[in-house]
């Protein structure tokens, strides 16, 4: 996968925006890496003037606009404590690397270095005010389903060093709220992989109280917002990754049938 489909259809998606914008820094940074193809006819550079989600930019568009949607979000987490970790960015290279090859790992890295030093620029307040406006631009162009799997990658991200910090709750915490996403939809991605039941019931985001009828309602809830289809056209790598939550969503309802006898 070429950097410059990336950010050539995530300009199309993005244009004049602060995403736009983002965009255009990453660009800049990479311009000299060979990619002529944001500006080439043809390529999806040549969407840049559309603007239409989902109809102009197509499949690729919308999976390239996701990815990149990522790296942006990613690169708040990694510096919410300050500091940006081995474990953490090795997260990133290993799922572009494992997904879309070395070269994509290489241009992703690439891409972070350059919204870091953006967030060096402009300072801490500067850019996240910037990270603010780019959520509200997410919500407004990619439906709930895609914004669940972006949230549930940026959880595994604050996980990847084995401690997720209070700063990084917070970064994603905002994140969330900043994508009109509900604060239930945190605490569940934050408990999943659990082995007990109390992180059961928050995955599930009912209490212990709950009734046996609530509990189904609230799993079949997530199963249709979570359901891997919702964001096939991300394609399959991004579809393996929400298989994974998938399962885990289902094997916190089973704790909690299993502690019940349902």
Not at 35 to 64: C, F, H, I, K, W
Not at 76 to 94: N, P
């Amino acid at each position: 996968m070429a950097a410059g489909k990336w950010i050539g259809g995530f300009l199309g998606w993005m244009v004049g925006g602060p995403l736009g914008a983002l965009a255009g820094v990453a660009v800049g940074a990479l311009f000299d890496k060979g990619l002529d193809s944001v500006n080439t006819p043809g390529s999806n550079g040549g969407a840049a003037g559309s603007g239409v989600y989902g109809e102009s930019m197509g499949y690729e568009g919308q999976r390239n606009s996701f990815l990149f949607a990522m790296l942006v979000l990613v690169s708040y987490i990694i510096k919410a404590d300050g500091r940006v970790m081995h474990s953490e960015m090795e997260f990133v290279r290993r799922f572009l690397r494992n997904n879309f090859g070395d070269m994509a790992a290489r241009q992703g890295e690439d891409i972070l270095m350059r919204l870091f030093e953006e967030h060096k620029h402009s300072g801490s307040a500067a850019f996240r005010n910037t990270v603010a406006d780019c959520c509200a631009q997410i919500a407004a162009n990619m439906d709930y389903a895609q914004r669940l799997q972006l949230l549930n990658l940026l959880v595994l991200v604050a996980k990847a060093d084995g401690t997720v910090q209070a700063e990084e709750v917070e970064a994603v915490r905002e994140c969330a709220t900043w994508m009109r996403m509900a604060s239930s939809d945190i605490d569940s991605m934050l408990n999943l992989g659990g082995d007990s039941l109390d992180a059961a019931y928050k995955v599930l985001g009912v209490p212990p109280t709950a009734t046996d009828d609530e509990v189904r309602r609230a799993y079949r809830k997530l199963a249709l917002q979570h359901h891997p289809d919702r964001v096939a056209t991300l394609g399959e790598d991004i579809r393996r990754a929400a298989e994974k939550k998938f399962q885990e969503i289902n094997d916190a309802k089973e704790r909690i049938y299993k502690a019940r006898g349902i």
